[in-house]
């Protein structure tokens, strides 16, 4: 068996990208979990992330466990918004670096923490260089992180921050605008990033339309993330359309 990052791959290779569903687990009744997830799947979502900035509640290992026997061999990744977000039950875990701030703590701090965790549960690792993009008004992971975003208006502080996490050996990049973002990352700079890298090119933060989502792929971005739209459950019926504009293949 491959492993969880060759399977991402694959699914780029197959489809020109991949539909990722993010499920914040404070978002996400547990009882509706298994429905949603076979939902989400028969309407072509590849991947599924879990994560979120904070955890109100105490059961993320049950959670993590639900999403993977409902999500059978889609994979399932982990994408902590902190060390309290890690379970055995996942495929892998984004290990993350916010390569975008200066903050010592979310460049290295937090991955020392978590590594002896990480070894204990197992877990397959997939590095990533993390980057906060401007959008507008002031996001949580913006707020959180402490952390200034690269302005929207600078793609070449976006490429060069990428170019360094593929020469420092990550395996993925990921161009954030925030959960539930007021404007998304900006094509011109996706553009910039997937001209220049090799390494898979994940972008999200703000996307609530097919339309928006099919411009991402055409930039370049070849993992979608669709978190906060797909909270409502009145907008579940859209996803075969998210699903149709993000497989251009
Ligand atoms: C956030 O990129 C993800 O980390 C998804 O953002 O919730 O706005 O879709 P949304």
Same mark, same amino acid.
């Given at each position: 068996?491959?492993?969880?990052l060759s399977r991402l791959k694959e699914i780029i290779q197959q489809k020109g990208a991949g539909f990722v569903l993010l499920l914040d687990p404070d978002k996400s009744s547990l009882p509706q979990? @298994?429905?949603? &997830?076979?939902?989400a799947?028969?309407?072509?979502?590849?991947?599924?992330?879990?994560?979120g900035s904070f955890l109100f509640q105490n059961n993320f290992d049950t959670f993590v466990q639900t999403v993977k026997q409902a999500a059978g061999d889609h994979?399932?990744?982990?994408? @902590?918004?902190? &060390?309290y977000q890690l379970s055995a039950h996942a495929d892998a875990v984004l290990y993350l670096s916010l390569i975008s701030s200066r903050n010592p703590e979310h460049l290295i701090g937090t991955q020392v923490l978590a590594a002896p965790l990480v070894w204990k549960l197992g877990l397959e690792t997939i590095s990533c260089g993390y980057m906060i993009i401007e959008?507008?008004?002031?996001?949580?992971?913006?707020?959180?992180?402490n952390s200034s975003p690269i302005p929207r208006n600078k793609p070449d502080i976006?490429?060069?921050?990428a170019l360094a996490a593929q020469y420092l050996g990550m395996q993925t990049v990921y161009l954030e605008s925030g959960s539930g973002a007021e404007l998304t990352v900006p094509e011109e700079m996706i553009q910039q990033i997937a001209q220049h890298i090799r390494i898979p090119l994940i972008v999200g933060g703000g996307i609530r339309s097919p339309e928006t989502a099919a411009a991402k792929v055409q930039a370049g971005a070849q993992l979608v993330v669709?978190?906060?739209?797909f909270e409502k459950s009145d907008?579940?019926?859209l996803m075969r359309e998210f699903a149709s504009a993000i497989h251009q293949k």
């Open positions: 068996m491959g492993t969880t979990l @298994p429905d949603t &997830i076979h939902q799947i028969e309407a072509g979502v590849d991947v599924f992330f879990l994560g994979p399932v990744i982990l994408f @902590p918004g902190s &060390i959008s507008g008004k002031l996001t949580s992971a913006q707020f959180l992180s976006a490429l060069a921050h669709v978190g906060n739209f907008h579940i019926h």
